[in-house]
């Protein structure tokens, strides 16, 4: 049986992360932290982002329970039964337990109730499963403009650090799709335009920058409209890449 519905779906990705800390190849005695940091690519003793990880960790398990809880006609007592065992995992080992103790709850029983769980919601609610080749060509295009921008001593402030923060966003969106999916990349993409709509609030000096910053805000839509392609569909896309985002100049 293919298991592509495992990256479909929300219960689907919690068994890849799961399973991945069961396989990991490391020396007994490791702690937590330093699994999901492997796990995920980040620097172990970065103990922020290593924690923001762990939260993020404890919200795909509500949510992959919640998802399947949606799916009708289905033994929810059977399907939803890895859930509280699960929860123990996480309340009973801090990221400094070591990773014995953690996996001493990710038993053959609650692997597979799970992987059950990842099919039956894969044909109820599946997801767009983007490439990771696309996500880490975006991912390049934005850290690049984020350098750039932070290089520019000739933009508003109000104007550079709302372009940032939307960047970082869409950043951790995808650092984070793993977790999240798609659905992490609709919320950081709805929070951009959203928060684009805010800028005519503010009242912008003039600058000499113009020139860059219509640079920037081209660069920065183009990555807005390839984020929607993916998260939502071409039509959104094109929409966006028609109308611009709101106040931004680009057009």
Do not use: C
Request: negative net charge.
């Amino acid at each position: 049986m293919s298991k592509d519905f495992l990256h479909s779906n929300s219960v689907g990705r919690l068994y890849l992360l799961l399973n991945e800390v069961r396989t990991i190849k490391v020396p007994k005695g490791t702690k937590m932290r330093e699994v999901w940091a492997q796990i995920f690519g980040v620097a172990p003793n970065d103990v922020e982002e290593v924690f923001l990880l762990y939260v993020e960790m404890l919200r795909l398990l509500r949510d992959a329970q919640a998802d399947l809880a949606q799916v009708p006609d289905i033994e929810q007592s059977l399907y939803l039964s890895p859930f509280p065992h699960l929860e123990r995992a996480f309340t009973a080992s801090s990221l400094e337990h070591p990773v014995e103790h953690f996996r001493q709850y990710l038993d053959e029983k609650t692997m597979t109730s799970l992987m059950f769980g990842a099919h039956t919601l894969d044909k109820f609610s599946a997801e767009n499963v983007v490439e990771e080749e696309i996500l880490k060509n975006i991912k390049t295009e934005v850290e690049a403009l984020i350098d750039d921008i932070l290089k520019a001593d000739d933009i508003a402030h109000e104007l550079r650090s709302f372009l940032i923060d939307r960047l970082e966003d869409i950043r951790r969106a995808i650092m984070y799709y793993r977790l999240n999916g798609t659905k992490g990349l609709r919320r950081a993409l709805e929070t951009t335009i959203g928060a684009s709509f805010l800028l005519k609030y503010l009242e912008l000096p003039d600058t000499d920058g113009r020139n860059r910053l219509k640079s920037f805000g081209q660069r920065f839509t183009k990555i807005v409209a390839k984020v929607a392609e993916i998260a939502f569909s071409v039509a959104v896309k094109q929409a966006l890449e028609g109308a611009g985002l709101p106040m931004l100049p680009g057009k």
